[in-house]
């Protein structure tokens, strides 16, 4: 299931971003699943479930993205669009994934 295998570089990406930004853990990571891409949403979801434990984005959901049609360049990606992490006393968002976070993603056909 390579799901397991996106899902676990979706939580290294993020986490060295979090290290980076000297925050302690992810609220919500977002991702763009291209109609294309050879993903099952519900398996990445449970993999990211599973995976995450352990790791800053432990209490991280995931929202999922999959949009009907998509250009054909981007039609087959997987990109981290944001990441919302806590910060105390309040909650910052990073509304859009920096350019380095962006392409970390490597989707293979199974």
């Not at 109609?35 to 991280?60: G, N």
Request: aromatic share 4%; glycine share 6%; with cysteine.
């Amino acid at each position: 299931m390579h799901e397991a295998g996106l899902a676990q570089q979706v939580i290294e990406a993020c986490a060295l971003e979090l290290h980076a930004r000297g925050r302690s853990h992810a609220v919500c990571v977002g991702l763009r699943i291209g109609p294309a891409a050879p993903v099952d949403p519900e398996a990445l979801r449970f993999c990211f479930d599973l995976l995450k434990q352990d790791t800053p984005l432990c209490s991280a959901c995931l929202d999922l993205e999959c949009p009907a049609a998509a250009s054909p360049d981007d039609a087959a990606a997987v990109e981290i669009r944001y990441l919302e992490f806590g910060a105390e006393p309040d909650t910052a968002l990073l509304t859009e994934a920096p350019e380095e976070l962006r392409g970390c993603v490597e989707v293979t056909s199974a």
